[in-house]
């Protein structure tokens, strides 16, 4: 008989749920059937190749306190919160089926009243009269010896969220709009309006043991565990990291302009590895010795806040009758690059 692995996370920390997912793929015994569930505070992740500030809008996020997490795979953006219930699976690479892992997830809904279907290779949906809609998306890693799935199920997640905090370009817009991508999903609280995540995850607990005829060894993991686990708290680090999140991005451009009271300023950055490896900055304002030091301080500085306030501050003290207007200058830069 195989053995048995549950991982409940008690926390809502996004990057601490994406690390444990890294450790449950690349430390654990391959031999074993693994299920982790887990939920994240309101969080944009972002695929591994997908860049931070041209996709999302991050001054908006800091705002509203939400998260950016980036996977170490690819794909596109996803907005996660409290009402969104994430599921991993881990199997030996031998035996592993996706149907059986689907049949898991089918016969806990069971109990709640709800039929689901299996679409392609990675959708599951419920029928409606208007026709199928989409509740759980999912993806694949393999390895030599070990096969992992993991995905989403919709319980009552505000589906509008999501594009509130993308800035797509043009293009992606006109590629897929909105309105079709909403009208395809639906949360599992329209056939099941009391569905919570502590009920599904005692009943996917329960599905996976009689599936495989077993009693699972059930663990919980909190924040804690990062001072027990150091495989765990390595992954952490660095999938927490601003390096990872931010820094870990091809190089791109990024144009501001706005009139300040020093005079109507356009900026032009060229971003490489998270740091500014050039930039221009066209204006009308009449101190050009102020701009030629602007621009020596901020090249090569992380292109983060923190690092744009401590290069303006030079300047600041260089150029201390001009404070008000840097301070102005210093404000605007920040609330774009936003982080």
């Given at each position: 008989?195989?053995?048995?692995?549950?991982?409940?996370?008690?926390?809502?920390?996004?990057?601490?749920?994406l690390?444990?997912?890294e450790?449950?793929?690349?430390?654990?015994?391959?031999?074993q059937?693994v299920?982790?569930l887990w939920r994240?505070?309101?969080?944009?992740?972002i695929?591994?190749?997908?860049?931070?500030?041209s996709?999302?809008?991050?001054?908006k996020m800091?705002?509203?306190?939400?998260?950016?997490?980036?996977?170490?795979t690819?794909?596109?953006?996803?907005?996660?919160?409290?009402?969104?219930?994430n599921?991993?699976?881990?199997?030996?690479?031998?035996?592993?089926?996706?149907e059986?892992?689907?049949?898991?997830?089918?016969?806990?809904?069971?109990?709640?009243?709800?039929?689901?279907?299996?679409?392609?290779r990675?959708?599951?949906?419920?029928p409606?009269?208007?026709?199928?809609?989409?509740?759980?998306?999912?993806a694949?890693?393999?390895?030599?010896?070990?096969?992992?799935?993991?995905?989403t199920?919709?319980?009552n997640?505000?589906?509008?969220?999501?594009?509130?905090?993308?800035?797509?370009?043009?293009?992606?817009?006109?590629a897929?709009g909105?309105?079709?991508?909403?009208?395809?999903?639906a949360n599992?609280?329209?056939?099941?309006p009391?569905?919570?995540?502590?009920?599904?995850?005692?009943?996917?607990?329960k599905s996976?043991?009689n599936?495989?005829?077993?009693?699972?060894e059930?663990?919980?993991?909190?924040?804690?565990?990062?001072?027990?686990?150091p495989?765990?708290?390595?992954?952490?680090?660095l999938?927490?990291s601003?390096?990872w999140l931010?820094?870990?991005?091809?190089?791109?451009?990024?144009?501001?302009?706005?009139?300040?009271?020093?005079g109507f300023?356009?900026?032009h950055f060229k971003?490489?590895?998270?740091?500014i490896?050039d930039?221009?900055?066209y204006?009308?304002?009449?101190?050009p010795?102020?701009?030629?030091?602007?621009?020596?301080?901020?090249?090569?500085?992380a292109?983060?806040?923190?690092?744009v306030?401590?290069?303006?501050?030079?300047?600041?003290?260089?150029?201390?009758?001009?404070?008000l207007?840097?301070?102005?200058?210093?404000?605007?830069?920040?609330?774009?690059?936003?982080?």
């Open positions: 008989m195989q053995k048995l692995k549950v991982f409940l996370s008690d926390s809502l920390n996004p990057h601490l749920n690390a444990t997912e450790w449950i793929f690349h430390n654990l015994d391959p031999s059937q299920l982790f994240n505070e309101e969080t944009v992740v695929g591994r190749n997908q860049n931070p500030w996709e999302c809008n991050l001054a800091k705002e509203e306190k939400v998260h950016l997490a980036r996977r170490t690819g794909g596109g953006a996803v907005f996660h919160d409290l009402q969104n219930t599921f991993t699976f881990l199997s030996p690479k031998e035996s592993y089926k996706r059986n892992n689907v049949q898991i997830i089918f016969d806990a809904l069971k109990t709640f009243g709800i039929q689901g279907e299996a679409s392609g990675n959708d599951l949906l419920i409606f009269p208007d026709g199928p809609r989409k509740f759980s998306g999912s694949y890693r393999e390895k030599k010896d070990r096969a992992f799935h993991h995905g199920l919709l319980l997640t505000d589906l509008t969220r999501l594009g509130n905090y993308l800035t797509p370009n043009p293009k992606k817009l006109q897929k909105k309105e079709s991508v909403r009208a395809r999903v599992l609280t329209e056939v099941s009391g569905i919570n995540h502590d009920q599904i995850v005692t009943t996917m607990v996976f043991e599936f495989y005829a077993g009693k699972a059930i663990e919980s993991l909190t924040m804690e565990s990062l001072k027990l686990i495989e765990l708290k390595e992954q952490y680090d999938l927490s601003w390096e931010y820094g870990n991005t091809l190089e791109f451009s990024h144009k501001m302009d706005e009139y300040l009271s020093l300023f356009d900026f971003v490489e590895d998270g740091q490896k930039l221009k900055i204006t009308d304002c009449l101190y010795h102020v701009i030629e030091d602007l621009t020596d301080s901020l090249r090569g500085k292109y983060r806040g923190d690092a306030r401590e290069a303006l501050m030079s300047v600041r003290g260089k150029h201390s009758e001009l404070n207007g840097l301070s102005e200058v210093e404000e605007w830069l920040c609330k774009n690059i936003e982080i």
